[in-house]
T-cell receptor
Framework: AQSVTQPDIHITVSEGASLELRCNYS??????LFWYVQSPGQGLQLLLK??????LVQGIKGFEAEFKRSQSSFNLRKPSVHWSDAAEYFC??????????FGTGTRLLVSP | GAGVSQSPSNKVTEKGKDVELRCDPI?????LYWYRQSLGQGLEFLIY????????KSGLPSDRFSAERTGGSVSTLTIQRTQQEDSAVYLC?????????????FGPGTRLTVL
């Protein structure tokens, strides 16, 4: 069965500093990979997705993620965090016509 | 255009009561999903509708939970004889087509509190 691990429950980053959120998945083949963001009181918004091809994908709001098959990872990065990036971030994996499986999320706090 | 809408936004109920949660997907989206987000937990899949096909109910936690989708559009999630552990945010999502490679658009959720 597919599974997604986000090992960091909370992360605090200073405004302007770089960010990396970790995501590891378990699946035999290359799955579809997603990062979603959930701001307080809001639904989830898609940041970026990977299906195939270039393993470095660009998303909205200056985020990027890199798929590393050898590590079964799809870490999310941003070079300079803004206070408005404070939110909860979810990694998700899916394949074919199956439902998405989400990680438990990482809550990002941005300090001044 | 309009996104996914859910109602009510908040629902407080007493243990043992039945509740109905509504989801209006984006017009034209054939796939509809329900998830549950409990405090400190990720999104737990509940049920998936795709067109006229039989729904994937594999995520429903008990037979107290049921859902229907009328006319391929609006969906209602019903929880019978609510328990305190049912307290959570219930999220609905829709996608244009079925399959994991189609972006799911999420509604704002319904926060259910069972007293």
């Amino acid at each position: 069965a597919q599974s997604v691990t986000q090992p960091d429950i909370h992360i605090t980053v200073s405004e302007g500093a770089s960010l990396e959120l970790r995501c590891n998945y378990s699946y035999g083949a290359t799955p579809y990979l997603f990062w979603y963001v959930q701001s307080p009181g809001q639904g989830l918004q898609l940041l970026l997705k990977y299906f195939s091809g270039d393993t470095l994908v660009q998303g909205i709001k200056g985020f990027e993620a890199e798929f590393k098959r050898s590590q079964s990872s799809f870490n999310l990065r941003k070079p300079s965090v803004h206070w408005s990036d404070a939110a909860e971030y979810f990694c998700a994996v899916g394949t074919g016509f199956q439902k998405l499986v989400f990680g438990t999320g990482t809550r990002l706090l941005v300090s001044p | 255009g309009a996104g996914v809408s859910q109602s009510p936004s908040n629902k407080v109920t007493e243990k043992g009561k039945d509740v109905e949660l509504r989801c209006d997907p984006i017009s034209g989206h054939t796939a509809l999903y329900w998830y549950r987000q409990s405090l400190g937990q990720g999104l737990e899949f509940l049920i998936y509708f795709q067109g006229n096909s039989a729904p994937d109910k594999s995520g429903l936690p008990s037979d107290r939970f049921s859902a229907e989708r009328t006319g391929g559009s609006v969906s209602t999630l019903t929880i019978q004889r609510t328990q305190q552990e049912d307290s959570a945010v219930y999220l609905c999502a829709s996608s244009l087509k079925p399959g994991a490679n189609n972006e799911q658009f999420f509604g704002p959720g319904t926060r259910l509190t069972v007293l």
